[in-house]
């Protein structure tokens, strides 16, 4: 079945910098790749999603890139503040996960210091 | 527009119990699923529910099964409770279902302590 590495496990940085977190799935046949946020004591928040027939994607300070042949996609944050810490994780869908499920990477607690 | 809610929010059991957990998807969606969320295992998925049905599931023991009502209201049950078992229990809804690329929103959870 489909499985989703993330990397780094956990990332800190100034406030202002950016951040960057990167993942590779297995299953090529993957076409839909979320990435949520989650804060202390609360759910994971959706922040960004792409499609295999996208290459980036842009939202503000949030963008995410996909390279199919390679497997891989990145969240790239810019202008980092205090209050993207978190823990992020990335996740991917496809036909062989099966209707809505999805695989999740093992997150990247992202610390962002002032 | 209101999110997923989940109640309860937290639960105390000891081993051996048995235990029902509830979720209300977003107004207008009709797929739910479910996932527990460990230290250890991360987020792994449970079952997925459309109209009704239970369309998917993950590698869970019997123990762990749920339910759709016509509403798309979800419930979960785990019976014979172990240690193991304690997680925060995750609901998440998406429109129809059918469309792979559904967004799918979370609600805040049910963290499950058994002990």
């Known amino acids: 079945g489909e499985n989703v590495e993330q990397h780094p496990s956990t990332l800190s940085v100034q406030e202002g910098d950016s951040a960057v977190i990167k993942c590779t799935y297995s299953?090529?046949?993957?076409?839909?790749f979320p990435w949520y946020k989650q804060e202390l004591g609360k759910g994971p928040q959706l922040i960004i999603d792409?499609?295999?027939?996208?290459g980036e994607k842009k939202d503000q300070r949030i963008a995410v890139t996909l390279n199919k042949t390679a497997k891989h996609f990145s969240l790239h944050i810019t202008e980092t503040q205090p209050e993207d810490s978190a823990v992020y994780f990335c996740?991917?869908?496809?036909?062989?996960?099966?209707?809505?499920?999805?695989?999740f990477g093992t997150g990247t607690r992202l610390l962002v210091s002032p | 527009k209101a999110g997923v809610t989940q109640t309860p929010r937290y639960l105390i059991k000891t081993r051996g119990q048995q235990v029902t957990l509830s979720c209300s998807p977003i107004?207008?969606?009709?797929?739910v699923s479910w996932y527990q969320q460990t230290p250890g295992q991360g987020l792994q998925f449970l079952f997925e529910?459309?109209?009704?049905?239970?369309?998917n599931k993950g590698n869970f023991p019997g123990r762990f099964s749920g339910r759709q009502f016509s509403n798309s209201r979800s419930e979960m049950n785990v019976s014979t409770l172990e240690l193991g078992d304690s997680a925060l229990y995750l609901c998440?809804?998406?429109?129809?279902?059918?469309?792979?690329?559904?967004?799918?929103?979370f609600g805040p959870g049910t963290r499950l302590t058994v002990l």
């Open positions: 299953d090529s046949a993957s076409n839909y």
């Open positions: 792409i499609r295999s027939n996208v």
């Open positions: 529910y459309f109209s009704e049905t239970q369309r």
């Open positions: 998440a809804s998406s429109l129809d279902g059918r469309n792979p690329y559904n967004e799918q929103f």
């Open positions: 996740a991917a869908k496809g036909e062989n996960t099966g209707f809505q499920k999805l695989v």
């Open positions: 107004s207008g969606h009709r797929s």
